[in-house]
């Protein structure tokens, strides 16, 4: 008796042992930066300069005083707002069709998901900005067909459009989520809509709609945190131009800490970010009671 005690004992110490491991890099690399950044968006803190006052809310009133910083806010917004639901749509829509039984299913999922598994890459964005350079791919498909090619990248509207097209060609994964969904829609609820004369198009909205709208849910927060996250699309393809018309917030927040140093500012946009998304996530929450149908389940 007294052995398995002792062997339960170093089980649960070597449970300890492994979990600490985590634990500490969560304190380290996790909740100090967190709990610091906070701190420090109420200071002039600079990297290179150890003279690091408290100025209380002087930050924030800066951002909001700021046209700059509004601009980066309002564009940060536009991006989210388009790429999100167009990203959801096509996502919802190539993995309908995939749904099908037709030959050679699985190397058209696998084709649809690659640009998920590339598309964050810095090489990806590297060859996008040569796809719609004047001279690019782009422009040269156009002018096959008698077109005239447009400048993507020194063209606000047009640069904002290429940038949020990367973003939504990455619809791999929300994608495959969405076919999971769709293959655990009970198919007779599919047969008892026939039997009552329902079109695809009516059992498309009333029957798969309603019975993925979790998945629709889950999709649409995951994909709104990260939207207001982008970084490597708008950095890499036009450097926030032209013009600052794809300048996310995200573009500014590293500009501050990294290259003026004002660690202080940058981490009250970053702060500023963090309460905008945690909104968002907030409202999506309460709002899911109204729309999302989790079947015989009480929430």
Not at 213 to 239: H, M, R, S, W
Request: aromatic share 18%; charged share 10%; glycine share 8%.
């Amino acid at each position: 008796m007294k052995g398995s005690s002792q062997k339960r004992a170093r089980r649960q110490n070597m449970g300890y042992l492994y979990i600490s491991i985590w634990f500490i890099g969560f304190l380290i690399f996790k909740l100090y930066p967190f709990i610091s950044s906070l701190f420090y968006s109420f200071t002039n803190y600079n990297m290179f300069n150890s003279n690091t006052k408290w100025i209380g809310l002087d930050n924030y009133v800066t951002i909001m005083h700021t046209a700059k910083y509004v601009k980066a806010f309002a564009i940060t917004f536009q991006y989210a707002f388009l790429t999100v639901p167009l990203k959801l749509a096509f996502a919802l829509f190539i993995a309908y069709i995939l749904n099908f039984k037709i030959k050679g299913i699985g190397l058209y999922r696998t084709v649809y998901y690659i640009p998920s598994i590339l598309g964050g890459s810095v090489a990806i964005a590297v060859l996008w900005q040569f796809l719609f350079q004047t001279n690019g791919l782009v422009n040269q498909v156009i002018g096959l067909f008698g077109g005239e090619g447009l400048n993507w990248l020194g063209t606000p509207k047009y640069a904002l459009f290429v940038v949020c097209l990367l973003r939504v060609w990455q619809f791999g994964s929300s994608m495959v989520i969405f076919l999971a969904a769709l293959k655990g829609v009970p198919v007779d609820l599919y047969e008892a809509a026939s039997m009552d004369g329902a079109t695809k198009i009516r059992q498309f909205f009333s029957v798969t709609l309603p019975m993925i709208t979790p998945v629709i849910f889950y999709n649409l927060v995951t994909q709104l945190c990260q939207a207001f996250q982008e970084f490597n699309g708008p950095f890499i393809i036009t450097k926030g131009g032209p013009m600052g018309s794809t300048t996310l917030i995200s573009l500014l927040v590293y500009q501050n800490a990294f290259k003026t140093n004002a660690m202080g500012m940058a981490s009250a946009m970053a702060w500023l970010l963090f309460t905008i998304i945690a909104a968002f996530t907030a409202m999506a929450f309460i709002s899911q009671k109204y729309w999302v149908y989790y079947g015989d389940e009480e929430r």
